[in-house]
């Protein structure tokens, strides 16, 4: 059994993301409490884990939709696919639809077609994303399981940075940056982006060619990325 995904997205090369870096949470109450089967059980190697029953999984007691929350401590990342595994037991509630979205709340990839099945225990499938934004915050909404009618669950998460533009806060920034990553169709990218002045006291950048479009900008709270015709009407 391969006890991690690949490392590889598509063209390009991508990175997971240390789980030192990460945290995960949701406010759905989880099977077996105290000591249930938590979230924070997802940002774990093992399969094992001083739960009630011993096993190293998130396992919410519900049916309904339910929502994951994952930080991302640090810089922000640019998010080039992700994982999931699934867990030890009962394939009924494994996943069946969801979307992930970035803090902005843009869905950036969304499982609708209730084709995705885990066929055996332990096992990972990888998910690319159809877009990319510099984000610290990432929420993955399960919409229904594969019909247990009291528990949705899953074994690992894991997530993979297509690459991070190297965006400062103070002293000279860098006249271009570089942001790569995959195509929804597949396809390998390398956008430059160039230096555009500057947007609440921080430098922000243009992609190269079209200097009145997308930006890389800080918000006051974090790095983004942000049609500016949007950012002037919110």
């Known amino acids: 059994m391969n006890d991690s ?7 390009g090369p991508s990175t997971p993301v240390p789980y030192s870096r990460l945290s995960i949470s949701s406010k759905t109450p989880v099977h077996g409490r105290p000591k249930g089967e938590e979230a924070h059980y997802l940002l ?25 929350e994952i930080t991302v401590s640090g810089a922000p990342i640019l998010l080039a696919k992700y994982a999931l595994k699934s867990a030890n037991d009962c394939p009924n509630r494994d996943p069946k639809t969801w979307s992930l979205s970035c803090e902005r709340k843009t869905v950036i990839h969304a499982m609708t077609d209730n084709s995705c099945k885990w066929p055996s225990r332990w096992q990972w499938k990888e998910f690319p994303v159809e877009q990319q ?9 399960i919409n229904n399981n594969h019909g247990d009618g009291g528990c949705t669950q899953l ?12 965006l400062v806060a103070s002293g000279a920034p860098p006249a271009q940056i570089t942001v790569t990553g995959t195509s929804p169709h597949g396809g390998a990218y390398n ?21 009145g479009g997308d930006k890389i900008h800080w918000d006051g709270q974090r790095w983004c990325l942000r049609y500016v015709q949007e950012e002037a009407s919110a």
């Open 133 to 141: 934004q510099p984000s610290n915050k990432f929420y993955l909404t």
């Open 44 to 68: 774990d190697e093992g399969t094992s884990a001083p739960s009630n029953w011993g096993t190293s999984k998130w396992n919410a007691q519900t049916s309904s939709e339910v929502t994951l």
């Open 5 to 11: 995904p690949t490392a590889e997205n598509g063209g």
């Open 191 to 211: 956008d430059q982006w160039n230096l555009a002045g500057a947007a609440n006291g921080r430098p922000q950048w243009a992609r190269r060619g079209n200097p």
């Open 155 to 166: 074994g690992q998460l894991r997530l993979f940075s297509g690459g991070s533009p190297s």
